[in-house]
Each structure stands twice: as structure tokens, then as C-alpha cells.
């Protein structure tokens, strides 16, 4: 099995973020000292980051599930968790990530660039965060929201300054072979290279050039036919091409001329950017008498086109020198005219003034989804078994203006509504700004709270604890203490309550005194004053 791969099918999954807490503070004496609860961590994000010693993209062929770390929850005593790590995956120059159907999303082009393939999910917040002056002790948090998940396909584009194209057992891999020190696998019959072999060479005083030997063209290459559709993306980051002629080839209606244009005939077919990149062309195994022969018959053919021609023989390593010389000295002209590279520009795309924050849609007469970053993602982070939360999420879908929007498209009380994965029966309420349906059905109208008993009024975020408490008022402490001394305070006969079955009350007394003197009175026990 050969070890180049490039082409592979990542599924990578960001960590999601951790849920928040929701813990009360209690120590000695203070058995309610407020809500201190943390925060979750944000998940760890997927990186993809070039570095020049990665050659193919094998690891991801063996491993292609990634996934990073997910964050920690919170914790009580304002304790907040700890951030996922992020998940850095090394990839090689030239590696180009698309979606599934084939949409770019980005091209990676030099060392240590960077690119975020998978966003980690926020972390919840905890009780501590949430609360408020309407809401001061909150009994829930919010979920950790999940990591983005994709399958992203990533694609090499091999980086070499000489791209060596032609028909099968042309003489491509023979030629690296004499070029540099690479070692191709060499062989008399058709489709001996499977996958692109590249080398680094060097020629006099000129700096090194690297050679990439691209398989597999035959005549409809460009539409899938041998190997030339898996590879001809190799040759676009190329800098010059060297078609590669077989003159001693015993196939019947070929010949050198007819090679060149059929390869040039895919190479159109392929890409209309490479009509322009410069040519060179050797004319291979001259080391046959025939073949030299027909070698200097074709040159004068192909110089009329402007192509600059080499006669060679990989065998013999006839005129390999002076091609080498040849290469680096174009690689190099190439490489000085070849326009200062730019640092990649951070590009900003900015939310739209007039974008809506969400958008309902009728779905006929079964119901209404809602679709929206912000809806979506406190639907995610709702805890549906929590009632206060569920009340919350009311809360903040109704300041959003759901309701009013529902209202307006005619929705009624019990309707169902969808927002991601929940769905739920739609009740209106005042915190939606008094919008109801009206009678028909049609048009919204407005609803006197105080008149129409069925309209649920206030928040529905608030918090049961409160109205279900047992501590007493003041006035209900005071009450209770003056039944508990034997009189009633609401007796006509004895309105200021001095007299009962356990005697009267010795106003001298502080705490008889505090128990029946009435604010505003002009003395203990007295009539107000008018």
C-alpha cells in the first residue's frame, strides 16, 4: 500500500462547553447567602494548521475522527470550569478544505497558516450569572451549548516549482529519478506510478527547485478516465510544465506532436489557468536510434510553437545536464518575477444593520418554526427540566419579540411552534408586549389585563420559591403576638386592645409599648390626629 494520501474525508467535532452550576452559598448563619454559581468552560476549537515537514495527509486516511476536548462544568462557590483544549491538526502545503459537496472553504498556503475548521460550544451560565434584581436567587443554570460538527473534505495540492506531465511509461519517473535523489518505482508497463513522486534537485550555482512526476494522463483524464482526474490538481501550484514525449513508442497513432496535444487538450479541459503557465519540452529515450530520429524531425515543429525543446535519455543520461541547468535557471527567472506574497487579509464581514434577529415561517396550518442564531442557541442551553428555565427562555423570546411576530402571522393559543429540535404549544402573554390573537384569528389586538381573566399576567421567569414562602410580615408577627396575649385588636369595643382576658397592658413596658403603638398617633395608645 503506497503511504502518499491526498485525499481524505475528516469528520471533526469541537467539544462542547460545560454546563453552568446552580448552587446557593451557606455557611454559619447564613443558610441562604445568595446563588454562587460558576460558569462552564468553552469547548475546545479544531485548528488546521500548515507545517512544512507534513508531506501527505496519511494520518488523517488512519485516524479520520477527530474530536477536542469538551469544557468543564462549573462549580459551586463562583467557581467557574476550565476551557476544552483546542485540537491543532497539521496539514501540508497546499491542502484545500471543502465541504462534502464541494464548496471551498479554504486553501491553505504557506507555513504556520491557519485556519478554524470547527468552532467549540460556549460554556453555561450558572445561577450566579443569571441573577438579577427581578430574579436574586435563580434555581437553574444554562446547558453547555454543543461544539459544530462537520465532515470537511481535505485535498493536496502538491507544491513543486516542475511539473512533469505525459502519456504513461513516458520516461517521467526515470527523469526524477536522474534529477534528484528520489526513488520512484520504475517498470516497462503502463500506470507504474499510482501516485505523485516528488524530488528536489539542484543545477550549478542555482537554488534548488523541486520535481513532481503527476500520473496517469491519457486521452479523457480530465473527465475521470486512468488516474489523471485523481491527480491533475496536483500540477495548479506548479511553476513550470515539462511535457514529457515518449519518441519510441510502438502504440499506433502516436507520436510525439500528437501527444503534446492531446495533454494540452486535458490540461484545457481541466483548468483554463494553466493556459498561460510557461512550458518546456524533452523528448525522451534518444538513446534508441529510431527515437533520435524522429527526434529531430519534431523539434523544428515544436520550436515553431515556441517551446523551448530538450532531447534526452533518462537511460543513458544523455542531455540530462544541460535540462537540469535549463530548469533551475527558468525556476529561478520564474521566482524573481513572481510578485512579493502578501500576508492572507483578515476579512471582517460585520452583521447587517437591518438583519432580523430571527424570522417565523408558517408551515400551513400545523404550526410555525422559528429560525435564528440567537433563538437557537437558548433553546440549546435551556434545561427543559426545569420549570424556571423553560420561564426564562419564555421571557427572552418574548423581549426578542416571538410573540408579537406569532401574533402578528395569526397564530393561536395552543398552536405548535419549533425552534431547532423542541417543539411546544405556543400560550401568549402580556410579557410579549399585551399582543394576543383576537377572536377571528386574523388580526392581533390588544387585551385590558385587568378584564380578560385568562391572559397570564407578568414574567414567566419568576420564581415559584417566593410566592410559596412561610415567612410571616411584620404586621402578620405583630398579630399574632397580640392573639397570643389573650386580645383581639379588631374588637370596636376596644380598639387599641388594652384590656382582654390577660389583663391590661402596662404601657410602661418597652415591649407592651411596641405592641400597641400605632404610627402617626400623638401618644401610645392615642387617637391619630386628623
Excluded at 490540461?267 to 529515450?285: E, F, H, M
Excluded at 535540462?323 to 527567472?333: D, I, W
Aim: glycine share 12%; net charge negative; aromatic share 4%.
Amino acid at each position: 500500500m503506497s503511504n502518499f494520501v491526498d485525499r481524505v474525508v475528516l469528520h471533526a467535532a469541537a467539544g462542547d462547553g460545560g454546563n453552568g452550576c446552580a448552587s446557593i452559598h451557606r455557611e454559619k448563619f447564613k443558610p441562604l447567602g445568595g446563588p454562587d454559581g460558576g460558569d462552564g468552560g468553552r469547548g475546545g476549537e479544531i485548528r488546521l494548521v500548515v507545517d512544512p515537514s507534513v508531506t501527505t495527509l496519511l494520518d488523517f486516511h488512519f485516524h479520520p475522527h477527530q474530536r477536542a476536548s469538551r469544557g468543564r462544568p462549573g462549580q459551586g462557590s463562583n467557581r467557574h470550569g476550565a476551557d476544552g483544549d483546542d485540537l491543532v491538526l497539521l496539514v501540508p502545503d497546499g491542502t484545500v478544505v471543502l465541504t462534502e459537496d464541494g464548496t471551498q472553504l479554504v486553501d491553505l498556503v504557506g507555513a504556520g497558516s491557519v485556519y478554524v475548521l470547527a468552532r467549540g460550544g460556549r460554556g453555561g451560565r450558572g445561577n450566579a450569572s443569571l441573577a438579577s434584581a427581578r430574579r436574586k436567587a435563580p434555581g437553574f443554570a444554562e446547558l453547555g451549548e454543543p461544539g459544530e460538527q462537520l465532515d470537511a473534505v481535505l485535498e493536496l495540492k502538491t507544491v513543486a516549482d516542475v511539473a512533469l506531465v505525459g502519456f504513461p511509461s513516458a520516461g517521467k519517473s526515470s527523469l526524477v529519478s536522474v534529477l534528484s535523489a528520489a526513488r520512484p518505482k520504475i517498470a516497462d508497463y503502463p500506470f507504474t506510478t499510482l501516485v505523485p513522486n516528488l524530488g528536489v534537485a539542484q543545477a550549478g550555482d542555482h537554488p534548488p527547485y523541486t520535481v513532481a512526476d503527476v500520473p496517469g494522463l491519457i486521452p479523457g483524464a480530465s473527465q475521470g478516465r486512468g488516474l489523471g482526474l485523481e491527480f491533475l490538481r496536483h500540477i495548479e501550484r506548479c511553476t513550470l510544465i515539462v511535457h514529457v514525449l515518449d519518441c519510441a513508442t510502438l502504440e499506433p497513432g502516436r507520436d510525439p506532436l500528437t501527444d503534446l496535444d492531446v495533454i494540452e487538450a486535458e490540461l484545457a479541459a481541466y483548468s483554463a489557468d494553466l493556459s498561460n503557465r510557461p512550458r518546456l519540452v524533452v523528448l525522451n529515450k534518444i538513446d534508441i536510434p529510431d527515437a533520435a530520429d524522429l527526434a529531430d524531425l519534431v523539434t523544428a515543429d515544436l520550436r515553431d510553437r515556441g517551446l523551448d525543446v530538450f532531447a534526452i535519455s533518462s537511460a543513458t543520461r544523455q542531455g540530462v545536464h544541460a535540462l537540469s541547468l535549463a530548469l533551475a535557471a527558468r525556476v529561478s527567472a520564474l521566482r524573481a518575477a513572481a510578485p512579493v506574497p502578501v500576508a492572507t487579509r483578515v476579512v471582517l464581514r460585520p452583521r447587517a444593520v437591518n438583519e432580523p434577529d430571527f424570522v417565523v415561517t408558517a408551515q400551513g396550518t400545523d404550526g410555525f418554526l422559528i429560525t435564528g442564531s440567537k433563538p437557537l442557541r437558548w433553546v440549546r442551553q435551556t434545561d427543559f427540566t426545569n420549570d424556571e428555565a423553560i420561564g426564562f427562555l419564555a421571557d427572552r423570546l418574548a423581549r426578542l419579540g416571538v410573540e408579537k411576530e406569532l401574533a402578528r402571522l395569526g397564530a393561536t393559543p395552543g398552536v405548535e411552534v419549533t425552534i431547532g429540535d423542541v417543539s411546544f404549544e405556543w400560550e401568549p402573554t402580556l410579557s410579549g408586549g399585551g399582543y394576543v390573537t383576537a377572536a377571528d384569528g386574523q388580526q392581533p389586538a390588544k387585551v385590558d389585563p385587568v378584564v380578560d381573566d385568562e391572559i397570564h399576567l407578568g414574567p414567566r421567569g419568576s420564581d415559584d420559591r417566593l410566592r410559596s414562602s412561610v415567612r410571616l410580615t411584620r404586621s402578620e408577627r405583630m398579630a399574632r403576638a397580640e392573639r397570643a396575649r389573650g386580645f383581639d385588636p379588631s374588637d370596636p369595643a376596644d380598639p387599641a386592645g388594652l384590656v382582654g382576658s390577660a389583663g391590661s397592658v402596662d404601657l410602661e413596658s418597652p415591649a407592651d409599648r411596641a405592641l400597641v403603638e400605632v404610627p402617626g398617633s400623638a401618644e401610645p395608645g392615642g387617637p391619630a390626629p386628623q
